[in-house]
C-alpha cells in the first residue's frame, strides 16, 4: 500500500510551502531517531520498510528521511485529526502519567494522544503482517511514518509536558537572547546549539557520536531499552512516564516565564537530550523488528 510517486511528490511540494515549524522534535531529532533505528533493524525488517516506504524513495531514500512527516501534514485540513496524537498532557503539577487519565483530546476523546497513536499504528502493522487481508483496511505506509514519527515525539520530555503550558508551549524564556518558547528549547534549539558548538553544524557527526556513545558507554543499557514487560511488541506507556519524570526534573526546573536560560541549563539539559533521541531510536527498531522480522519473533517466543 505505497503512495504514487506523484501523490507523494505533490504532497510534500504543498507541505513544505505551508509549514513553519513543528511543536515536536525538529526535523533534526526526528531524523535522528530514525537514522539510529535503521542500523539495529533485522535484516527481514529492512526488506519490509523498503517495501513500504514511498515510491519516491526507492531510489536510495530511507525512513529517516520520511520522519518527519507527520509534522508537515498535521495544519492541513484534511489531517488536523492528527494533531492531537503528537503529544500527552497531564494534569498541572502532576509528575506522573496515566494512560487512563491522560490519553485523550482537548474534547476529552479517549485513546487520542501520542501513546494511544503508538499502540495504534502498531497493531495495525502486525495485523497485517499476520493476516494479508488486513491490507485492505490500512495505508501501511501512513502505518509505518506515524509510528515512527510519535516514536520521536513520545521521547521528547516536553511531550509529556503540563496541560495548563502546553508542554511549555505558553512558558515565554529567552534561549540566550533569543526569544522563543520552552518547548521550542527543547524540539531544537539545544540541538541546534549543539550541533553548532559540538558537532561542526553536521547532523551526520551528531548521530555518528550517538551511535558511538551506544556501542561504548551506553552499551550495557541497550537491553533494557529495548524490553518491555508482558511480552509487549510496544510499551509507549513507559516511554511517557519517563518523559514526564525528566520534565520534571529538567525541562521545567529552572525555566520559569521570563527566565534567561544559557550555559548552565544546556550543558546539563544536552546529555537528557542526547539520550533520549538514542533511546527512541533503539526503541522503534525494537518495535519494527518485533513486527517484521522472525528472528526477533523467535528470540521473544
Known amino acids: 500500500m505505497r503512495l504514487s510517486l506523484r501523490q507523494w511528490v505533490a504532497s510534500v511540494l504543498v507541505l513544505t510551502q505551508l509549514v513553519h515549524g513543528a511543536l515536536c522534535w525538529g526535523k533534526d531529532g526526528h531524523y535522528t531517531v530514525c537514522k539510529i533505528a535503521e542500523g539495529y533493524f533485522e535484516e527481514e525488517t529492512v526488506a519490509s520498510v523498503k517495501k513500504l516506504l514511498p515510491e519516491s524513495s526507492q531510489g536510495g531514500g530511507d525512513l529517516a528521511s520520511f520522519c518527519s512527516w507527520p509534522d508537515e501534514i498535521k495544519h492541513l485540513s ?16 502532576r509528575c506522573n502519567y496515566q494512560y487512563c487519565r491522560d490519553c485523550h483530546d482537548s474534547h476529552m476523546k479517549k485513546d487520542w494522544c501520542v501513546t494511544g497513536a503508538i499502540f495504534n499504528y502498531t497493531r495495525q502493522l502486525i495485523s497485517a503482517s499476520v493476516n494479508s487481508e488486513s491490507l ?11 509510528l515512527s514519527h510519535y516514536m520521536g515525539d513520545v521521547h521528547q520530555p516536553l511531550h509529556t509536558g503540563f496541560r495548563g503550558d502546553q508542554g511549555g508551549n505558553t512558558i515565554i524564556v529567552h534561549w ?19 550541533l553548532k558548538q559540538y558537532y561542526n553544524s553536521s547532523l551526520p557527526v551528531m548521530i555518528q ?3 558511538a556513545k551506544l556501542m561504548n558507554g551506553w552499551s550495557n ?3 533494557s531499552w529495548k524490553s518491555c514487560q508482558f511480552n509487549q511488541t510496544a510499551c509507549p506507556n ?7 519524570d525528566l520534565a520534571c526534573k529538567y525541562a521545567y526546573r529552572n525555566a520559569t516565564p521570563g527566565t534567561t536560560i544559557g550555559d548552565e541549563y544546556f550543558l546539563s539539559r544536552l546529555p537528557i537530550v542526547e539520550k533520549r533521541l538514542a533511546q527512541g531510536g533503539i526503541r522503534l527498531a525494537a ?11 523467535l528470540a521473544g517466543a
Request: proline letters at 3%; glycine letters at 0%.
Open 78 to 93: 484534511q489531517w488536523q485529526w492528527t494533531s492531537s496524537l503528537h503529544y500527552v498532557n497531564t494534569p498541572e503539577y
Open 136 to 146: 485492505v483496511h490500512y495505508n501501511l505506509t501512513e502505518a509505518l511514518m506515524f
Open 176 to 194: 540566550y537572547n533569543l526569544k522563543t518558547n520552552l518547548h521550542n528549547v527543547w524540539d531544537d534549539l539545544i540541538i541546534e546549539s549543539a
Open 209 to 211: 557520536a550517538l551511535q
Open 221 to 223: 543499557d541497550v537491553p
Open 238 to 244: 513507559q516511554y511517557a512516564s519517563e518523559s514526564i
Open 287 to 297: 518495535i519494527i523488528n518485533r513486527i517484521f522480522s522472525a528472528k526477533t519473533k
